[in-house]
């Protein structure tokens, strides 16, 4: 059974959510962790529940990181080989997300920036940093979060839909780009994920965001979290591309079966 035992996972996005769970199961796989989000006191949380979880055989890193920072991702490299870290065996791009439900003709240019920029610009920022330095080891292993909104435009959702159909068509030029080399290209897809993701997208409106997951079963952050260690678990000649998961009462964005 292969084992990630003393690989080093950097995870974006890593206050909560997915992030924090994908930190945690790899820290649970004996997996070092480095975790990137804004908010330091977030990220403490997490990488006390990452060191529970690990024991003293790993080393957990919580750096705070705004992913539309360039010039803090440009350093970011030199900061984590100060910190003692020098290869960097697996990234999972998950930061991102959407903010309202405007249409077309409503939507605020700010919206928009801010979107491509957190969900796009940085994921392509960041990739190439890492990809650079993977390189040099010949072994790594990419994961971007996609999402149902890569596969299926919806109603309200043209900016996100628009970005996560781009980071779809970005991951795999990435994973063709690095056939011949050591380095690994995974997408993993989520459908409804009940985290503070609809939060966001209702600007803070709980109602609403509840209702997104009213009446079935939405999947949860640790779902996803198993799916994304599970591509990193595969054998060396075994590469998820893509990985498609909707909570098993969806079938598109609207098709969901509710009670
Ligand atoms: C997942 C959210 O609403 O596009 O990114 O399925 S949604």
Redesign the pocket.
Known sequence: EPCLLASLAVITGASGGIGEATAILFARAGCNVILLARRQEALDEVAKKCREEGGDNIKVLAKTLDVNDRDAVERLIHELKENGFDTFDILVNNAGG?VGKEQVGDLSLSDIDYMISTNLVSLMQISQVFVNEMKKADIGHIINIG???GREA?VG?SV??AV?HAVKAFTTSLMKELVATGIKVSEVA????ETN?SVT?FRGDADAAAK?YEGFTPLTAEDIAEEIVWCALRPPHVQIAELYVLPSAQAS?TIIARK
């Not at 989520?190 to 994920?193: H, L, W």
């Open positions: 959407a999402s149902l909104a919806y959702g996100y839909c996560k989520p459908g409804f994920v993701f997208r997104v964005a």
